[in-house]
C-alpha cells in the first residue's frame, strides 16, 4: 500500500520560499507519476505540478509556473516542492498524490491519482 507523508508547510510572507517534501513508502517510487494539488477550503482540489521521473518532465500550472520547481530523489523516495516568490493566493493545503505511470492517462487532474498524502498547509500573509 501506498504511504504518501507530506511535510514542511507554514506561514511565510509574501515574497518567501517555502519547499514542500513529500516521502512515500510501499511503492517503487520511479515507476509512478507523482504530483502536487491544493486546495482551499469549499473549493475544488487543483493541479499544481506533475512530475514522472527525476530527470525531468514536469508539467506546472500557469499559475506557478517559473516560481515553483518540482525534484524528485527516487533513490530515497521523496519528492519536493520548492516555491519561490510566494503570493497570498498560493495560500491552501499542499497535497502529495502517486498513479502507477501505466495507469495515469497524461491528464493534469487530481481524478486521475489514487494514492494521497494527508495535506499540509502553506499560508502566505501579504
Known amino acids: 500500500q501506498v504511504q504518501l507523508v507530506e511535510s514542511g508547510g507554514g506561514l511565510v510572507q509574501a515574497g518567501g520560499s517555502l519547499r514542500l517534501s513529500c516521502a512515500a513508502s510501499g511503492c517503487t517510487f520511479s515507476g509512478y507519476a507523482m504530483g502536487w494539488f491544493r486546495q482551499n477550503p469549499g473549493k475544488d482540489r487543483e493541479f499544481v505540478a506533475i512530475n514522472t521521473k527525476s530527470d525531468g518532465l514536469t508539467y506546472y500550472s500557469e499559475s506557478v509556473k517559473g516560481r515553483f520547481t518540482v525534484s524528485r530523489d527516487n533513490a530515497k523516495n521523496v519528492m519536493y516542492l520548492q516555491m519561490d516568490s510566494l503570493k497570498p493566493e498560493d495560500t491552501a493545503v499542499y497535497y502529495c498524490?502517486?498513479?502507477?505511470?501505466?495507469?495515469?492517462?497524461?491528464?493534469?487532474?487530481?481524478?486521475?491519482?489514487?494514492?494521497w498524502g494527508q495535506g499540509t498547509w502553506v499560508r502566505i500573509s501579504s
Open positions: 498524490a502517486a498513479r502507477r505511470l501505466e495507469f495515469w492517462s497524461g491528464k493534469l487532474s487530481p481524478l486521475e491519482f489514487d494514492n
